[in-house]
């Protein structure tokens, strides 16, 4: 009886700590409609400003590059916002961080590959081979 007896006392004690973790683990479909609207719209106004200063600096610009721009600039843009929010950064700094990489656009891709290779250099003490603009599939 005394050990069920304290059983039951962990498990009520241990009630909030299970509710806490369950609070703060968030996946990409527990965000509103609104956060990814807000933040789709800032990394694609990262695009568009790219685009429009290639169109200012007279740049052979045509509305298939803007389409590809903005569809660039809201891929790197979800990326960042999820890359921020899996670093708990400050929600302020966050929409900055997600127009800036929306800027960037394919860029800021290449930055976080070649970021993401060179950590990886150096965990495993090995040289990755670069893989360039080479199309997935051809050697």
Same mark, same amino acid.
């Given at each position: 009886?005394?050990? &069920? ?12 700590? #299970? ?17 990814? /609207? ?7 106004? /990262? ?6 200063? #290639? ?7 045509? &509305? ?25 950064? *400050? ?7 997600? /127009? ?14 070649? #970021? ?5 250099? $150096?965990?495993?003490?090995? $040289?990755?081979?670069?893989?360039? *603009?080479?199309?997935?599939?051809? *050697?």
């Amino acid at each position: 009886m005394r050990f &069920l007896f304290s059983l039951i006392l962990c498990l009520h004690l241990m009630a909030p700590i #299970a509710a806490w973790a369950q609070a703060s683990i968030k996946s990409p479909l527990s965000y509103s409609l609104q956060e990814y /609207g807000i933040v789709l719209a800032i990394s694609m106004m /990262g695009g568009l400003v790219r685009w429009f200063l #290639a169109l200012r600096r007279g740049e052979l610009v045509s &509305l298939t590059y803007l389409i590809g721009e903005l569809a660039t600039s809201a891929f790197v843009g979800l990326l960042t916002f999820w890359a921020c929010e899996a670093m708990s950064i *400050n929600p302020l700094l966050t929409p900055c961080a997600v /127009g800036m990489m929306g800027h960037l656009g394919a860029k800021g891709l290449v930055w976080a590959e070649m #970021a993401g290779r060179r950590s990886l250099e $150096k965990r495993l003490g090995l $040289k990755l081979e670069d893989t360039g *603009n080479a199309p997935l599939g051809k *050697n």
